[in-house]
């Protein structure tokens, strides 16, 4: 299905898109492309990417992506294109957006973002794009926690002192300062 599709998409644009065959699959949630935390979604999210389903559906996302050149497609286009549902195409883009594969165009088509690979950003300015995915709340903090786990840990290993102090101490008040922000 997604084969057809993009011969008809390639057919329509007149040019011809190279496969890499060896594009690097992207799997940034403990080794697949995402999850809730219910265990038909680990486990989907488990299968997919071992059974190669995660990687076709990423190397078509880029080959469609390829074939609408500077443009770009909106996930809506891209799930009509590939026969895929809004999930798996908003996972695909948004782990190729976190990789910088892609970039997002500010302007919106049909009330969405369109995504274009990053070997067409040098047609765009800075203020038409967004290079990097919105970094959520709950991405901050964990961030931020990681950082204090981090700086916990290297105390651990080298020892605690007065500078570990006044790192942790940083670590911790960053943290407040994001919950009160809440």
Same mark, same amino acid.
């Given at each position: 299905?997604?084969?057809?599709?993009?011969?008809?998409?390639?057919?329509?644009?007149?040019?011809?898109?190279?496969?890499?065959?060896?594009?690097?699959?992207?799997?940034?949630?403990?080794?697949?492309?995402?999850?809730?935390?219910?265990?038909?979604?680990?486990?989907?999210? +488990?299968?997919?990417?071992?059974?190669? &389903?995660?990687?076709?559906?990423?190397? $078509?996302?880029? /080959?469609? *992506?390829? !074939? #609408?050149?500077?443009?770009?497609?909106?996930?809506?286009?891209?799930?009509?294109?590939?026969?895929?549902?809004?999930?798996?195409?908003?996972?695909?883009?948004?782990?190729?957006?976190?990789?910088?594969?892609?970039?997002?165009?500010?302007?919106?088509?049909?009330?969405?973002?369109?995504?274009?690979?990053?070997?067409?950003?040098?047609?765009?300015?800075?203020?038409? +794009?967004?290079?990097?995915?919105?970094? &959520?709340?709950?991405?901050?903090?964990? $961030?931020?926690? /990681?950082? *204090?786990? !981090? #700086?916990?840990?290297?105390?651990?290993?080298?020892?605690?002192?007065?500078?570990?102090?006044?790192?942790?101490?940083?670590?911790?008040?960053?943290?407040?300062?994001?919950?009160?922000?809440?």
């Amino acid at each position: 299905m997604v084969g057809v599709a993009l011969t008809a998409l390639r057919n329509a644009l007149g040019r011809t898109v190279a496969m890499t065959g060896d594009m690097q699959l992207f799997t940034p949630y403990n080794g697949t492309g995402g999850y809730v935390e219910r265990p038909a979604s680990m486990e989907r999210a +488990v299968r997919e990417a071992e059974d190669g &389903t995660l990687s076709a559906r990423q190397q $078509a996302v880029v /080959d469609a *992506l390829d !074939a #609408t050149g500077v443009k770009g497609a909106t996930w809506r286009t891209l799930g009509q294109l590939l026969n895929l549902h809004h999930g798996q195409v908003s996972g695909v883009l948004s782990n190729l957006h976190k990789a910088g594969e892609v970039f997002m165009l500010r302007e919106q088509h049909d009330r969405c973002h369109p995504y274009v690979l990053r070997i067409y950003r040098n047609g765009y300015n800075d203020n038409e +794009v967004w290079d990097k995915p919105v970094e &959520t709340r709950a991405g901050q903090r964990k $961030a931020l926690l /990681d950082n *204090l786990y !981090a #700086t916990c840990a290297s105390a651990v290993e080298v020892g605690w002192s007065a500078s570990m102090q006044d790192a942790v101490s940083s670590c911790v008040d960053r943290l407040r300062e994001h919950d009160r922000a809440d």
